[in-house]
């Protein structure tokens, strides 16, 4: 049996996926892959996802040319979710310009803070905010 | 605003939660959270969760006594997936005795690999494998 037909996709035929920073062991982003997502990204070991706005196979860093090379993937004990370990080429994942999407941090006042600094301009890279 | 706000539930009325080992750094385990089970982790530091299985909150080591004490929360970009950086209080968080969940890593022959050791047993924790 192969590893593909060991892995639980959900209803909607999705399975999450947790980035992490091979460099910084961050976490620093969640996607999802369809079937086909995940088939590419193992054999290109370039992360490939599923975009659940856009309706579409999404290769991380199309458009911003910050693509993530994969090194390993794991998944857990459930086979409901992956864990990439990748190489950044480029300076962040976050489309809002941060390293990685997970910069806000739960204040005492209770309000989210930002507490990471942006590293590039994502209007320069994607042409939005 | 609060921080509660913000945040954005699926169609279950479900957020997922990433769980990373405030020791290590390693991702234990991803979960998923409901309203009540958010507000109770943020009122207790106790990582706090929905069984989607058991259709139940779920305190996290309420069994094992495996409790994941809280030390900060991060959200994302989109604001639909929670990080908690935790302190484990006993060996491992994963229910087959591992320290982490994501304990199986694809191997060049195509198959999960087991790559980490068990640190508890899980029959004595769990009552089960």
Redesign the interface.
């Known amino acids: 049996?192969?590893?593909f037909d060991?892995l639980k996709f959900d209803a909607q035929g999705l399975i999450?996926a947790?980035v992490?920073d091979d460099a910084t062991?961050?976490?620093l982003?969640?996607a999802h892959m369809n079937a086909e997502a995940v088939q590419r990204t193992?054999e290109t070991m370039v992360a490939t996802f599923w975009s659940r706005s856009r309706q579409t196979l999404w290769v991380k860093g199309e458009q911003s040319g910050h693509q993530q090379v994969v090194h390993?993937?794991?998944?857990?004990?459930?086979?409901d979710?992956l864990?990439l370990r990748v190489t950044l080429r480029g300076p962040g994942a976050?489309?809002?310009g941060?390293r990685s999407?997970?910069?806000?941090?739960?204040s005492d006042a209770?309000?989210?803070q930002l507490?990471e600094e942006q590293v590039f301009d994502p209007q320069a890279a994607y042409g939005r905010q």
């Open positions: 049996m192969s590893y060991d999450t947790v992490v062991g961050d976490v982003m969640v193992v390993a993937i794991r998944t857990d004990c459930d086979k979710v864990l976050c489309h809002k941060f999407c997970f910069s806000w941090q739960l209770g309000d989210w507490v």
